[in-house]
């Protein structure tokens, strides 16, 4: 873990004022609570785990920092995140302009639409929300330009809320189809929202039929597909996406507490 000791690297980075006492208390306090918060995250992801006979290493936490300042993705670098992931893509830029740390591996959780995808090709780790052929024929043109391949997950919708993005379930194979054709894009994976709800048992049908449809997929053995990812859950209901199989889980409140809507 880095030396939170002096905050000197960090003073140019961050809307803090390090000259005052004030601003170096806020900084050590806001650090203490993602160490504490990420302890907390793995020890239920390890209950998840036991629960379900699974390895916690195989899942992946990923970050989000929508609303979240800079300095908040500093202090999960220092306590060992490095997989970093935002919601919209200018949000994203400025933060990894800001942040500028080679370590960090930033992911692309939100919804894109096509003329966005131009500004994060060169450099997006992961994309979780691909749900259209345009989209990801797009992104095939931007990979082609900057030489190298966009890994991508296939975003599925199964709830009705119209908030909610995603290609049906029954028309989720063919896209994976159509994607595995196109040479600089790859499909990982799936990614699922559940529904908002305050019992997060209510996102496990949501969880139990993207696993179900990964392992049809996974059964088709379709070239340039791997299905090695699910996406699900949130900071309300990472557990049961767990225990039905995510690979990946995406928090946000659960790590850098509750969101200001100030960045």
Known sequence: MR???????YMSDFPIDFGSI?????????????AENLETVKRLILGSCLRCGRDPNDVLVV??????????????VASGMFDIGESYVQELNRKRQLVSDERIRWHFVGHLQSNKVKYIAEYVHLIHSVDNIHLAGELQKRGEQANRLIDVLVEVRTTDEATK????????????????????????????????????????????????????IDREGIDNVSMEHLSMGM????????????????????????????T
């Open 3 to 9: 030396d939170m000791a002096s905050p000197n690297a």
């Open 22 to 34: 004030f601003g170096y208390i806020h900084f050590l306090k806001s650090g203490k609570m993602v």
């Open 63 to 76: 970050g989000i920092t929508k609303t979240f300042g800079p300095e908040m993705i500093r202090q999960a």
């Open 165 to 216: 993005f995603g290609v049906e379930p029954e028309k989720t194979t063919e896209l994976v189809k159509q994607i595995s054709k196109l040479g600089r894009v790859r499909v990982r994976g799936l990614m699922t929202m559940g529904p908002f709800a305050e019992d997060p048992n209510r996102s496990r049908p949501s969880f139990q039929r993207v696993c179900e449809l990964k392992r049809s």
């Open 235 to 262: 900071s309300h209901d990472f557990e049961v996406g767990i225990e039905e199989g995510a690979t990946i889980v995406r928090l946000g409140t659960a790590i850098f507490g509750t969101r200001s809507g100030v």
